[in-house]
């Protein structure tokens, strides 16, 4: 059986009208409860959870000869944005985006070279010679560095790979060995 339901409200109290001819014919039965409303009938059957809570002594119903009403008492004065109460559905969490790493790192790479001042300039310009050069060039400062203690960095394995590196420290300064 098709039936309508509406609802209407004041400020104390939200009214239902179930339109179902001859409910009394039909052996109607409506149940309050402070949270929902149950009516059947012969082949109907309206289940409401309702939005807010309701004062059940204060609350009744009376069937009309087209028509039953159910009439609730509020709790409280305030406005139902609906009469049922509405099912919250969780949403899935938003798919994070692929994130580009290569770009982010190139991102940071560049605000540290701005922000870099003196020594720390000079070692990310050395930082980025050696990982933009070819093999080769990374062999001759490698081996550069190493054999000269630090005081010699050069790209050109022609030059430093025919023989051993010497020791050429700064104008004004002297090179020792470690001792033993």
């Not at 009394?24 to 402070?34: H, L, T």
């Not at 059940?56 to 009309?64: D, G, N, P, Q, Y």
Request: net charge negative; hydrophobic share 35%.
């Amino acid at each position: 059986m098709s039936v309508r339901h509406d609802w209407y409200q004041s400020e104390t109290k939200v009214v239902i009208t179930v339109l179902l001819k001859n409910a009394a014919d039909k052996n109607y039965a409506v149940g309050i409860s402070p949270n929902r409303v149950h009516m059947t009938a012969d082949g109907y059957e309206l289940d409401l959870k309702l939005q807010h809570p309701i004062v059940v002594e204060r609350s009744s119903h009376k069937a009309f000869s087209t028509k039953v009403e159910i009439t609730l008492a509020k709790e409280t004065g305030i406005r139902w944005d609906d009469l049922e109460e509405k099912a919250v559905v969780a949403a899935a969490p938003p798919k994070p985006k692929a994130k580009n790493w290569d770009q982010l790192v190139s991102e940071e790479e560049k605000i540290d070279e701005k922000e870099a001042k003196g020594e720390a300039a000079l070692n990310n310009l050395f930082k980025k010679i050696y990982s933009t050069s070819s093999p080769e060039v990374q062999k001759a400062m490698n081996k550069s560095f190493s054999e000269s203690g630090g005081t010699v960095l050069s790209t050109n394995w022609n030059e430093v790979g025919k023989e051993k590196v010497t020791v050429k420290p700064p104008d004004g300064t002297e090179f020792r060995e470690w001792e033993k």
